[in-house]
């Protein structure tokens, strides 16, 4: 099966930098991606990492070192509107009928 | 382009009364998605369709059922409602992931949600 570990909660300064981690147990793995939450809302992508190392979005990036089993969601020059819940998924299998299996999440709040 | 709907978005229903939720998409997605989403418990996977007219369990099952009509919609049921099941549930659907797990970068899809409450 698999498991992953986020914080729970994270609270962080409009305008700084912040960064939730995710450490993951699975059988076989093929690919750590994120997806952010807003209250009352749906999940939507963020990014995904496949490979080891850093991938960058604009003001998000996102790492990973399947070495580890570990991977982080970086955000830079924080907005209010980044007061969202964040959650890590993997899948253990690269094939079509392998669903996502979510973390349950870290809610960041971004204050002034 | 509506991507993933589902109906209805708010259902109170009292316990032992059935309902289905519904779920469509309009981005030829071959896998479509049910999960359920409680406080502190993250997004929990009830049943998915990797393609038409297959279904198969995921983490959490009891207490459902599923129908892949058709390659646009994947309904839910509940046969008989119970208060556990007060949550709220999303569709999602996503297309097949590229041949290497290079490719596998296929982000999924979900819908707004339904808010469903049994009492």
């Known amino acids: 099966g698999q498991s992953l570990e986020q914080p729970s909660e994270v609270t962080a300064v409009e305008g700084a930098i912040v960064q939730i981690n995710c450490t993951y147990q699975?059988?076989?793995?093929?690919?750590l991606s994120w997806y952010q939450q807003h209250d009352g809302g749906a999940p939507t992508f963020l990014s995904y990492?496949?490979?080891?190392g850093l991938e960058e979005t604009g003001r998000f990036s996102s790492f990973l070192s399947r070495s580890d089993s570990y991977g982080y969601l970086l955000l830079q020059e924080l907005q209010m509107k980044d007061s969202a819940s964040y959650f890590c998924?993997?899948?253990?299998?690269?094939?079509?009928?392998?669903?996502?299996?979510f973390g349950k999440g870290t809610r960041l709040s971004v204050i002034a | 382009n509506a991507g993933v709907t589902q109906t209805p978005k708010f259902q109170v229903l009292k316990t032992g009364q059935s309902m289905t939720l519904q779920c469509a998409q309009d981005?030829?997605?071959?896998?479509m998605y049910w999960y359920r989403q409680d406080p502190g418990m993250g997004l929990r996977l009830i049943y998915y369709?990797?393609?038409?007219?297959?279904?198969d369990k995921g983490e959490v099952p009891n207490g459902y059922n599923v129908s892949r009509l058709n390659k646009r919609e994947f309904s839910l049921r509940l046969e008989s409602a119970a208060p556990s099941q007060t949550s709220v549930y999303f569709c999602?659907?996503?297309?097949?992931?590229?041949?290497?797990?290079?490719?596998?970068?296929?982000?999924?899809?979900f819908g707004q949600g339904t808010r469903l409450t049994v009492v």
């Open positions: 699975t059988s076989g793995f093929y690919g």
């Open positions: 999602a659907s996503r297309p097949l992931p590229g041949q290497s797990y290079l490719q596998g970068n296929t982000e999924a899809f």
């Open positions: 369709s990797a393609s038409e007219g297959t279904t």
């Open positions: 998924a993997v899948r253990s299998r690269n094939s079509g009928n392998t669903p996502l299996v």
């Open positions: 990492n496949a490979l080891d």
């Open positions: 981005m030829n997605h071959n896998s």
